[in-house]
């Protein structure tokens, strides 16, 4: 009988996650917890602790503007990635099969393709003799060539490219899910293709946006790669400096209040988006 009511249905054996909890243990709560004890070190050996760090860090203006310049970067590219999602994802499904054969294979491409090589490609396409350059000169819309490499502006453009698949996957997988009738009833009744959108299309795919932005804010705030290499020396971003500070300085303890500072910043926007759909489904 004993037996009989372990293997009961509906019963859950919870020993047989703990060979996955032992590896959340030992390879992910364990390293975060070594890291915000090494925050507190006052040297390298542990010899003492101290307050000197976060002090150091957040007493300075000029990492205060690191940390706000993350943030912000990764909102941009929410924004941006956004703004051309949903036309293409209203493109998808509007289409017929073979179209979204197509561009499911388009979506799919850049993740196969690794993140250093598509990195590499947009410095090319930025430079003062790329693509774009040259596609400005050509129609007269510039007299020379435009400093897109180390600026912002390119770090963005090549950020939305390159975190594009993120947002799109799940914004298509939901807006599949809605009824075209939905949409069909609001032009019989007299809404715009405009009113339509934000009224009917937006609010029913917000779960979509809410885990594409998600995607998207997480990896275009440690993009360590894209910010290093289109962003260059002139712009410092959190991943930058701890790098820098780790690698360079050989500063551990001041790295790991930059490393437990860009955790939280990112875990704060997850938390952030997590509550606007919360909010979105209340509403």
């Not at 602790?49 to 860090?57: A, Q, Y």
Request: proline share 5%; no cysteine.
């Amino acid at each position: 009988m004993a037996g009989a009511a372990k293997n009961e249905p509906g019963r859950v054996d919870w020993r047989l996650a703990a060979p996955l909890g032992f590896t959340y243990l030992a390879f992910f709560a364990a390293p975060l917890l070594i890291l915000l004890a090494m925050s507190f070190a006052a040297d390298d050996r542990f010899a003492s602790f101290s307050m000197d760090s976060w002090v150091k860090f957040w007493g300075d203006p000029f990492y205060r503007g690191v940390v706000y310049d993350t943030v912000r970067l990764g909102m941009v590219a929410v924004l941006a990635t956004s703004a051309l999602s949903y036309p293409i994802a209203l493109l998808f499904i509007a289409s017929g099969p073979l179209v979204r054969k197509l561009l499911i294979f388009i979506i799919l491409l850049p993740l196969l393709t690794s993140v250093v090589i598509r990195t590499f490609a947009w410095i090319v396409i930025l430079a003062r003799e790329g693509v774009v350059n040259q596609t400005l000169l050509a129609l007269g819309l510039t007299s020379a060539p435009l400093n897109l490499l180390q600026t912002e502006l390119g770090l963005v453009i090549a950020l939305t490219q390159i975190e594009m698949p993120l947002m799109l996957l799940p914004l298509v997988t939901v807006m599949q899910q809605i009824n075209p009738s939905l949409s069909d009833a609001s032009r019989a009744l007299g809404g715009s293709k405009w009113r339509t959108f934000f009224r009917v299309i937006l609010p029913l795919s917000l779960p979509g946006w809410i885990a594409g932005a998600t995607l998207v804010f997480a990896s275009a705030t440690t993009a360590f790669i894209s910010q290093t290499v289109i962003g260059g020396a002139r712009l410092v971003y959190l991943p930058s400096l701890i790098w820098q500070q780790s690698m360079v300085v050989f500063d551990w303890p001041f790295a790991a209040v930059a490393s437990v500072t860009l955790l939280v910043a990112v875990l704060s926007g997850v938390m952030l988006f997590s509550l606007l759909g919360r909010f979105a489904r209340t509403t």
